[in-house]
């Protein structure tokens, strides 16, 4: 039985270049989005869940009907 290698991929292969420009483009919009972004600021966010606290929670989902 007759082995034959498979050839090796080049550098520059058509799948390595669109999976580096894939990750080049992800990370530069995270950054963009992280550095453009203002910051959180947490105490005037919304409970997520209010829960036993007396306090009604403010946020809600987006295809709730509105009042």
């Given at each position: 039985m007759m082995m034959t290698a498979t050839p090796a991929t080049p550098a520059t292969s058509p799948r390595r270049i669109l999976r580096l420009l894939f990750w080049a483009a992800l990370t530069?919009?995270?950054?963009?989005?992280v550095l453009g972004a203002p910051a959180i600021d947490l105490r005037q966010e919304p409970p997520l869940i209010a829960a036993g606290s007396g306090q009604?929670?403010?946020?809600?989902?987006?295809?709730?009907?509105?009042k």
């Open positions: 530069a919009f995270l950054l963009w989005d009604a929670a403010s946020g809600g989902h987006c295809s709730m009907p509105g």
